[in-house]
């Protein structure tokens, strides 16, 4: 198997309307760091298979498509979610992706996966997975224990095997030289890392671009295993969770500690037993299924919600007060009503849907209009014998685990946000509570479980 990494940069001009929070005051106004499309190409002799990342808040499937066209190979268009990159048409159901951001994301991939191709060699694939403490969170329960699965895939040229030397602490630190990787490896190309978190850290407030928490965690990470090891992160299933019970800020400092505690957890993982993706003979398969999901009607009355919400707010109850508001903001997402504001930034992170909706140019709903059924496409690839399931918008992570076998004896790798954007997929029983992602989503219960169902039907079948 020839593996192969490419990454290209794309700028976000000052004056851009920034994605993923409706009450940001304005367009972008500077570059807080660098927003890319990072690619990796695997190719058996035959067939070859393309995974891309983009710091995008979505990928519409019109995106997907485009890209998919300019590539010309098997690809799997990927958001990482920030909320601090350009506003790509991010709606409940999925919508169209703006000009200029579906020539310049689809051409970004195109060279990237270019570069990929061009850098292809000879290279085996181990996959470690453990838990990340401190991290990620359910962010609708506040005591909910901080932990969720981490998943790394090592990915080792056919030379020497990959020999940790421990982990070492940062450059300034005894025993450490100044520019020397804290963790040193012989063999390693670089790694793919899915992290099952929103990668929301900066507020609603920020308006310089970013990669926010994936772009900490890449620094970190190549802090740690040196400038010549690649380093691409990916967000998981993370519809349910997110850094709001974890974060100690939301300021770049705030990105270091926690990309620090990604970084630091992924060299230990590489410290430990792994068991093989892929080897030198190993064939890539893969399968995708479309399928339509029945729409969610909105049941709740806003302007009750909005009465339930000041009645909590005059009365002085922080808990009432969220949940009320939570609700309130949650119907107004799926009906596409942008204007209110009765959030503020506190709560930034569970406005991520674009102000405008998909069934009309004013942000608003079409009055009666009932809602459509919604197209979406289930992505499965084997890569030897690491599986791999791409699921489109924000599956919750139950969702993901429901694929893994107990025992974790094959290895499965899940991918959220990829190729399309249906919105919030949450569990059937997270749909017997009145959260903001479930009054949010546009599909009916059953949706994300139906999709897990296909995966798993699809991985049998290869």
């Known amino acids: 198997m020839r593996v192969g990494y490419g990454r290209v ?22 570059r807080l760091d660098p927003l890319q499309v990072g690619a990796i190409t695997w190719f058996d002799g035959e067939r070859r298979f393309a995974l891309a990342t983009a710091d995008v808040v979505c990928v519409n499937e019109d995106l997907g498509r485009r890209a998919r066209q300019l590539t010309k190979c098997e690809l799997w268009l990927a958001a990482s979610h920030t909320h601090a990159g350009p506003e790509t048409g991010c709606v409940p159901g999925g919508g169209p992706t703006p000009e200029p951001w579906l020539d310049r994301i689809a051409e970004a991939t195109r060279a990237a996966v270019r570069q990929a191709i061009d850098n292809e060699q000879p290279c085996a694939g181990m996959v ?28 080792r040229t056919d030379g020497p095997a990959v020999r940790p030397t421990g982990l070492a602490a940062r450059a300034g630190e005894p025993g450490v030289r100044a520019g020397e990787p804290a963790v040193r490896t012989d063999g390693l190309a670089g790694v793919l890392v899915v992290l099952p978190v929103h990668p929301t850290v900066l507020p609603a407030a920020n308006r310089q671009t970013s990669a926010d928490l994936v772009g900490a965690v890449r620094r970190s990470l190549r802090e740690r295993l040196g ?7 990916a967000t998981g299933a993370a519809g349910d969770i997110s850094t709001r019970h974890t974060r100690r800020g939301q300021d770049t400092a705030e990105l270091d500690r926690l990309g620090g505690v990604v970084a630091d957890r992924c060299a230990e993982l590489l410290t430990e037993p792994a068991t093989r993706g892929w080897s030198a003979g190993s064939r890539i398969s893969s399968a995708e299924r479309r399928l339509t999901l029945r729409p969610a009607s909105v049941a709740a009355d806003p302007a009750a919600l909005t009465a339930d919400y000041e009645a909590a707010l005059a009365a002085g109850d ?11 903001e949650g119907v107004r997402a799926r009906s596409g009503l942008a204007g209110g504001r009765a959030h503020s930034g506190q709560e930034d992170e569970r406005w991520t849907e674009s102000g405008r909706a998909r069934n009309g140019p004013d942000g608003m709903t079409a ?20 599986a791999m399931v791409g699921l489109p918008g924000e599956p ?25 954007y249906p919105g919030y997929l949450p569990t059937i029983d997270a749909y017997r509570r009145t959260e903001y992602e479930v009054l949010a989503s546009p599909v009916a219960p059953g949706s994300a479980e139906l999709l897990a169902e296909t995966a798993r039907h699809l991985l049998e079948g290869s």
Not at 14 to 22: E, F, N, Q, S, V
Not at 144 to 155: C, I, K, N, W
Not at 408 to 418: C, S
Request: aromatic share 4%; net charge neutral.
């Open 9 to 30: 940069e794309f700028a976000v001009p000052d004056g851009t309307p920034m994605g993923g929070y409706l009450d940001r005051s304005g367009p972008s106004t500077g």
């Open 128 to 155: 470690h997975h453990g838990e990340l403490r401190g991290v990620g969170a359910d962010r609708s329960r506040p005591s909910a224990e901080a932990v969720v699965p981490l998943d790394l895939v090592a990915v």
């Open 227 to 233: 400038g010549d090891v690649w380093v691409v992160v």
């Open 318 to 328: 922080p808990v009432a007060t969220r949940l009320a508001r939570s609700r309130l």
């Open 367 to 386: 009055p009666n209009a009932p809602p459509a059924p919604i197209g979406v496409t289930v992505h499965t690839t084997r890569l030897g014998g690491l």
């Open 396 to 420: 919750f992570l139950a969702v993901a685990e429901s694929l893994r076998a107990p025992d974790h004896r094959e290895p499965v790798v899940v991918l959220g946000y990829v190729n399309g």
